[in-house]
Nanobody
Framework: EVQLVESGGGLVQPGGSLSLSCACS????????MTWVRQAPGKELEWVSG????????YYANSVKGRFTISRDNAKNILYLQLNSLKTEDTAVYFC??????????????????????WGQGTQVTVSS
């Protein structure tokens, strides 16, 4: 069964950093594009970053470009998101998600057609002074 489990969230002051991890199982991670999305209270899922299956290409939302870094370790089946220079507006639950075959990781986020198991339970990131 497909499982994605996020970890690493927490409370941090503005300007601080966090390292998020997503442990993946139940699918061939090395053949799967991945994204990070986030959801702030009362808002829709927002695409944050994407990475191709081989890690060669990475993409970022304008709001996080230059501050966040997406990476992956296919040998360990782990997806990462390094969050630096955090702002209060980064406060959200962060989810990792597997991208359907032949879909671009640029901008992809789960929809009503996406099995819930294709994205994780999320990890809370709170940026506050």
């Amino acid at each position: 069964e497909v499982q994605l489990v996020e970890s690493g969230g927490g409370l941090v002051q503005p300007g601080g950093s966090l390292s998020l991890s997503c442990a993946c199982s139940g699918f061939t991670v090395s053949r799967t594009g991945m994204t990070w999305v986030r959801q702030a209270p009362g808002k829709e899922l927002e695409w944050v970053s994407g990475i191709t299956n081989d890690g060669v290409y990475t993409y970022y939302a304008n709001s996080v470009k230059g501050r966040f870094t997406i990476s992956r370790d296919n040998a360990k089946n782990i997806l990462y998101l390094q969050l630096n220079s955090l702002k209060t507006e980064d406060t959200a639950v962060y989810f990792c998600a597997k991208v359907p075959l032949f879909n671009s990781v640029l901008g992809w986020r789960p929809s009503t057609d996406t099995p819930r198991s294709d994205w994780g339970q999320g990890t809370q990131v709170t940026v506050s002074s």
